[in-house]
């Protein structure tokens, strides 16, 4: 499966107090997402992995060679787009054959959600390449995918660093987005801080278990989430 770390998830049945949180205000909140009655319908896997990468801490891993459309921006990416990963109940393609990549004008068309152009080019061939999908029908199911996620206040543009348990970031998760169960998410750390948070998304964007990326999240007791 994608990332690193393994997973020492609590299954939440009534709401867990999220402590330590940022500081939020009522206009942090996320707008409830609108998702297309119609999504080009991928084919070759069995479900979608939607990478959302804390952009902060891939800066401060990064320094110096991160990428400026993203780390050295005037907009401060909180939760970016990673990628939409191709996912088969055991294992996932990568790298399959194309004859089309993406051009300028598409890549700048994906920006709003990810802003590295290099990232792009290096999911559409790692991971796009597999789902059976064009280029444009590929970025549009990333961008009705993002759409489909609320993020929790606390993580909109926080103006300090917190530290919550893994458990935690996914219980606000789950309180944001109506449908969404803890076997469908999974959190992804690097060094004691947040590095992504991983939703399973069928191929019409519904929410879905997906155990074997549950079981790969990370086991630290808390994580810090740098601020933007």
Not at 189 to 204: N, P, Q
Not at 222 to 227: F, G, K, L, R
Request: proline share 8%.
């Amino acid at each position: 499966m994608h990332g690193c770390g393994d997973k020492d998830k609590q299954q939440a049945q009534a709401p867990t107090p999220i402590a330590n949180a940022a500081p939020t205000s009522p206009q942090a909140a996320t707008p409830k997402p609108v998702v297309s009655a119609s999504v080009p319908q991928g084919s070759g896997f069995d479900f979608y992995v939607l990478s959302l990468s804390w952009s902060p801490s891939f800066c401060l891993a990064k320094g110096a060679d991160s990428d400026p459309a993203q780390c050295r921006s005037s907009k401060h990416f909180d939760f970016i787009v990673h990628g939409l990963w191709p996912q088969n109940e055991r294992g996932y393609p990568e790298g399959c054959n194309a004859q089309d990549y993406p051009n300028r004008e598409q890549i700048r068309s994906i920006s709003d959600i990810t802003p590295s152009a290099g990232l792009v080019r290096h999911e559409w061939e790692k991971h796009g390449t597999c789902s059976g999908l064009s280029v444009d029908d590929y970025f549009e199911v990333m961008h009705q995918a993002r759409a489909r996620v609320n993020i929790p206040a606390q993580f909109v543009h926080p103006n300090q660093d917190f530290s919550l348990a893994p458990n935690q970031i996914e219980t606000a998760f789950m309180r944001a987005n109506m449908g969404l169960n803890s076997n469908a998410i999974s959190t992804a750390c690097s060094y004691g801080d947040l590095s992504e948070v991983r939703i399973c998304l069928t191929k019409d964007l519904a929410f879905r278990a997906c155990p074997e990326v549950d079981r790969g999240g990370c086991r630290s007791k808390q994580v810090t989430i740098p601020a933007p």
